[in-house]
């Protein structure tokens, strides 16, 4: 048996192989096009989805401190329903909402309730960015922000970029938050 090179195949063999060869580029390059919008997008979705969910938990804790206004309980009391409630709170599965405050100490945190009361200014991600720290000097804006890190995730080696929106309840100088891996 003799191989034969393309210039041995029939016409209509040689036309096909074109066509296929031309679809198959013009389709990565496509490709090549999309996905990097399609990603920005995708990006763009979850920041609003992790921003709406942070006004709603800025919702709850200024209708406690309202309450606190008006009388009906004390305003450590307050704290404690809002920071309780907060710390309830579960989106995506298993995202959560954390508080800080503007001197980086941790209020409620419902994966490091060991860590509530405590100075978070030396915790760090995986590239040493100062994350309590960022999250205070973000929420000093008036419509808070996002930060973007890269941090480990359970059951991951590897740390993976995280986006994660913050705002500031400036009469108790709390800084809710949350985020999700990107």
Known sequence: ???????????????????????????????????????????????QAVRNVVETAYGVVAAEASRAQKGEVTEDDAKKRAAQSLRAVRYFGKEYIFVSDMSARLVAHPLRPEQEGKDMSNYGDADGLKLYVEFAN??????????????????????????????????WGWVIGTGVYI
């Open 1 to 47: 048996m003799r191989l034969t090179g393309y210039r041995d195949w029939p016409i209509q063999y040689k036309i096909i192989s074109l066509t296929i060869g031309s679809v198959f580029f013009v389709v990565i390059g496509i490709l090549a096009y999309l996905l990097p919008l399609i990603r920005a997008q995708l990006i763009e979705e979850k920041g």
């Open 138 to 171: 973000t929420a000093k804006t008036p419509d808070g922000g996002f930060v973007r890190y890269r941090q480990l995730k359970p059951g991951v080696t590897t740390p993976l970029p995280k986006l994660t929106y913050v705002k500031q309840y400036q009469p």
